[in-house]
């Protein structure tokens, strides 16, 4: 029976089939290997054969012949059956194509206004589950809606009060309350819950869109992206059209949640209506933002009543405790759950009022719907059986407290350094997109670190389990909303209390947003790379499991960045706001005349929300600098000075134009480039430091400094730009007679190095400074041969003798020995430390890459007299031969160049992309691509010395006792004069040269 009912099923099919031609249907192959045929076919009986034989025949007759695809193959033979796949694959791909192109044209496209109202009235229908009768203030609304009053009405109370319920409640009631129900229209806007109800003026455009089809008038000439006032008369003067035996209630919830731009409701808010049409708000009276610098407060409720003058206004206020049990009892009966008498005495002292400290004042807080509605979702929780609330149920008595608990329960849920981490990046960012929220989570190594402790995910796509996050956000949903910020849709808190709960303490939050905007600076700006940070494993286990292997080299699939600017096929110039809003900062502009300009950036935005123009606010111009030199000291400040100069200058844009210039001095004269740390704050109150004559000048942002006299060789500081962001205020000077001592910092800990001793000591910042001994080393120390490399917190030193290496692992606090192959003779005279590789070179100028895993095994890169490195990258020049090589170790590959001018120094940007060099011998400056070989610039230079310096888009040259600041354009720079450029033939389809393809890295005899 089972045959033919399947045949009944193919044959009513294929009567539907006939009213479309667009149907294809695939026969199946007609001829098999007799071994092969059960395989395919459940039975073989004499019954099957006759009924599969007339439903061919039937599929024949009934499908048009291009819709039809017959096959013949002899399966035994391999050529046959391979063009039968190949043949079968490109058919099925076509069939599917073209049913795909015929539905996706008969499917009616999307009205956006039906989406964006359908999203708010699901938004309604949630919000008003959990409304609780409240109605004496009902009454008050019903009594403004059936009065004659013109101006609005506002609602307003502290986040978490019920606003955003109560008006659910009267969006669904209130025509109920007209004689003709049906004359009366409700427009309602849930401001902030979907991407396109964060920006005033889209609601303003779609209610009008809306107005225009239930009355069945004429849109008028406007677009969502006009200026919010010419928005305000366009509705104005279509409200005035609307008949006047038809009602209008308009309804905009959560004013707090727009933009910061749109507090200011005179520019969008009309205060008047004719009589039939009703206006109600409803908003937190006072915002404060504690993010900015300095924190900002407004003042909605005020500016409202300032506006409206003695307008209708109805307070929200939290419940007492009656009300707040009763409102509990409501919502076990609508989900059909009861609770214990034992789990009641348990939640009635949570609904009585307690004393919350604000500043210096103490006040009675009663229980609001936000806190109760936590409360019920940790019911969710509870056993019948339970005879004990948790532990932690017991401190719960606030909104806060509440958070707090939940947050605990899901930490112990989803692991906790993850859930708290995404939450945490989510508040700072003030919203992101789940591939940029994704993004960060694998770009976090203590992320990372805890997730995957019993295994690893491919190296070559090394990232979080996207269900992880999948999972978090189900269990978030009720708190999470989607908005749209600089045309992205984001995920961000719906109630303000979750914006404001603090998730991390001070050094973790500041860990995040450092990966946050390094994220959005994507290699620039001095951020750290995060796609080349390598992993560190933690976990014993693993690391047994990878054969000792604990750093490991991975991709973390990071999407990279737009540009900041770029042109659409039009050529018209766009701008990425989305990055320049995440990494908002002052900009120095020195224009041909000498004056400093500091300026902001603001975007206009077209139809589609893009940013299209760019303007610059000018914040503060200094005509006549007072020095050569500055360097940014905080966010705030600039700083001017002179080499030489004893006085330093502190410009404070943005103060009054009167006391901006403050003169600070008389200090040691500066003799070298001060550097900026970031000490004691995240705010960027920086600490600047120098190296003088004979001594050590410090100044801090508070305005102070001192000197710490003494003739010094160098002065270190741990950077606050590393993954680990340990924020410090300690600094270590090295005197210039400790011969036998050097100094390295590694995270928040100075080492210390006694060649004659041959100990290592440290200084750990984080707790009273004392000197410590680490260990012994058990060789002979030569200090010029120790060096750091701080991706991976681990130090190394090198016997005098070269037979070992010893390895400091910071992290893990072990010191490890391993025998190297360095000869004895000649000396070396330089070292640096790659991911994965040291690299030497000998007195005789030969340069070594020293490999410790899989094997250990020394390899000859060649002769170099100059060679440098960053990341995996390593470039070497050979001055007799005039040949330039450029190493990429990780993947071993090399590109060469031949130069016809010899380079004295060598120095690659910041972010590896290009690498520079000097040629004393004819003052020029050169700059290849590493990527293609190319010659990307050659500039003349008087009297250049072979000094470079270089950062991701900066480089600074010395000449004539003068240093010389010069900005890279950007990827892609080409010379107006094309016989500057230069392409070395070695660099064939600009790719590297792959020198493992045919043979293994030559090992050094």
């Keep these: 029976m089972l045959p033919v009912r399947i045949d009944e099923h193919v044959f009513r099919a294929l009567e539907d089939v006939l009213s479309s031609d667009d149907k294809a249907l695939i026969e199946d192959i007609d001829e098999f290997d007799s071994k092969m045929k059960p395989k395919f076919n459940d039975t073989i009986d004499d019954a099957t054969e006759p009924l599969l034989a007339e439903l061919k025949t039937t599929i024949q007759h009934t499908l048009p012949s291009e819709n039809i695809f ?90 978490g009060t019920g606003k955003s319920s109560i008006m659910a409640e009267v969006a669904i009631k209130s025509p109920d309350w007209f004689p003709d129900p049906s004359s009366v229209s409700i427009i309602f806007r849930f401001l902030g819950t979907t991407p396109l109800s964060s920006d005033i003026r889209r609601p303003l455009f779609s209610i009008m869109k809306q107005i225009c089809l239930i009355y069945h008038l004429e849109m008028p000439s406007v677009d969502e992206f006009s200026k919010p006032e010419v928005l305000k008369k366009k509705l104005e003067r279509l409200l005035t059209l609307i008949p ?187 919203g992101l997109s789940e591939i940029e929220l994704e993004d960060m989570l694998s770009a976090d190594n203590t992320v990372l670190q805890a997730i995957f402790v019993h295994y690893l995910p491919p190296l070559h796509t090394f990232r979080i389990p996207s269900t992880l996050w999948v999972r978090i956000r189900n269990d978030m949903q009720n708190y999470l909303t989607e908005k749209d910020i600089d045309n992205t849709p984001v995920i961000y808190f719906y109630h303000r209390s979750f914006r404001d709960y603090e998730v991390l303490d001070g050094e973790e939050s500041k860990s995040v947003d450092l990966i946050r905007c390094a994220y959005f600076a994507d290699n620039t700006a001095g951020y750290p790379n995060l796609l080349e940070q390598p992993f560190e494993i933690r976990s014993r286990k693993l690391i047994e499991r990878n054969n000792g292997i604990s750093t490991l080299l991975v991709d973390r699939r990071l999407t990279q960045q737009s540009p900041y600017i770029f042109r659409n096929k039009q050529q018209h110039c766009t701008y990425n706001m989305r990055r320049i809003n995440q990494l908002c900062a002052v900009i120095r502009v020195t224009l041909e005349n000498k004056s400093t300009h500091y300026i902001l950036a603001n975007a206009k935005y077209d139809e589609e929300n893009i940013a299209y123009e760019v303007s610059f606010n000018t914040i503060a111009v200094l005509k006549d600098p007072p020095g050569r030199e500055s360097v940014f000291f905080n966010s705030e400040t600039d700083v001017y000075y002179s080499e030489g100069q004893c006085d330093l200058f502190f410009y404070h844009f943005n103060r009054p134009e009167d006391s901006r210039l403050e003169k600070i001095g008389p200090s040691p004269p500066v003799h070298h480039q001060p550097f900026s740390r970031q000490f004691f704050s995240r705010k960027l109150h920086d600490t600047l430091i120098w190296l003088s004559t004979n001594s050590i000048v ?93 991706e991976q917190s681990k130090l190394f030193i090198v016997s005098r003798d070269y037979s070992s290496l010893a390895i400091w692992n910071a992290n893990s606090n072990t010191l490890t020995y391993q025998s190297i192959p360095f ?37 000859l890169l060649g002769r170099a007299d100059v060679f440098e490195s960053i990341g995996q990258r390593l470039a070497l020049f050979d001055q007799a031969n005039r040949r330039l090589i450029m190493y990429d170790v990780s993947r071993k590959l090399r ?111």
């Design 70 to 159: 017959t096959y013949r193959v002899r399966w035994c033979d391999e050529s046959s059956r391979s063009i039968y796949l190949i043949q079968f694959k490109d058919d099925f791909y076509t069939a599917i194509q073209r049913q795909i192109d015929y539905h996706m044209t008969k499917t009616r496209t999307k009205e956006i206004l039906y989406d964006e109202v359908l999203e708010h009235a699901i938004q309604c229908k949630t919000l008003n589950e959990r409304y609780f009768p409240r109605d004496y203030l009902l009454a008050q609304i019903k009594s403004y809606v059936l009065s004659n009053e013109t101006r609005p009405c506002t609602i307003y109370g502290e986040s």
């Design 244 to 430: 006047t035996s038809e009602r209008l209630i308009l309804l905009f919830d959560s004013i707090d949640q727009l933009q910061v731009e749109d507090y200011d409701c005179s520019k969008w808010l009309l205060t008047k209506y004719p009589q039939n049409i009703k206006c109600i708000l409803s908003t937190i009276p006072t915002i404060s933002d504690k993010k900015r610098d300095p924190p900002a407060t407004y003042e909605i409720l005020n500016g409202l009543k300032s506006l409206l003058a003695d307008a209708p206004m109805v307070q929200i206020t939290e419940f007492d405790e009656q009300s707040a049990m009763q409102v509990f009892q409501s919502w076990l009966k609508r989900d059909h759950r009861r609770l214990t008498s034992l789990q009641i005495s348990w939640l009635e002292p949570k609904l009585q009022p307690h004393t919350v400290f604000t500043g210096f004042y103490e006040t009675d807080s009663e229980p609001t719907p936000l806190f109760l509605s936590l409360i019920y979702d940790i019911t969710l929780q509870w056993h019948s059986y339970d005879e004990n609330p948790d532990e932690d149920f017991n401190g719960v008595e606030t909104t806060s407290t509440a958070i707090n608990y939940l947050y605990t329960q899901l930490s112990k849920k989803h692991n906790e350094v993850f859930f708290k981490r995404a939450m945490a990046y989510l508040q700072q960012a003030g």
């Design 698 to 790: 410090v100044f801090h942002s508070c305005g102070n400094h001192f000197i710490i006299h003494g003739e010094y060789r160098s002065v270190d500081a741990p950077s606050d730009l590393s993954i680990r962001n340990d924020c410090h205020d300690s600094i270590c000077c090295l005197h210039q007679n400790a011969s036998v001592i050097d100094i390295h910092s590694l995270g928040h800990t100075f080492f210390i190095i006694d060649g004659e001793k041959c100990q290592l000591l440290r200084i750990d910042t984080q707790s009273p400074f004392k000197l410590q001994t680490v260990t012994h080393i058990k060789f002979s120390i030569d200090i010029q041969l120790t060096f750091t490399l701080a």
């Design 823 to 859: 000869d004895r003779h000649p000396r070396i005279n330089r070292i640096l430390a790659l991911p994965s590789a040291l690299v030497y070179r000998d007195s005789e100028a030969q340069v070594y890459l020293y490999e410790s895993e899989p094997e250990m095994k020394r390899i």
């Design 895 to 1005: 590109g060469t160049i031949r130069l016809r001018t010899p380079l004295k120094t060598l120095c690659f940007t910041g972010d590896g992309q290009y690498l520079l060099g000097i040629s004393c011998e004819k003052s020029l400056l050169l700059m290849y691509s590493v990527n293609n070989g190319k010659l990307l610039q050659k500039l003349f230079f008087d009297n250049l010395s072979p000094w470079l310096q270089a950062t991701t888009d900066r480089l600074v040259l010395y000449r004539r006792n003068e240093l010389v600041l010069l900005v890279v354009a950007g990827k892609g720079v080409t010379l107006p004069d094309s016989s500057l450029r230069e392409t070395s033939p070695l660099f064939e389809n600009k790719q590297w040269f792959d020198c493992h393809l045919k043979k293994e890295w030559t090992k050094a005899s």
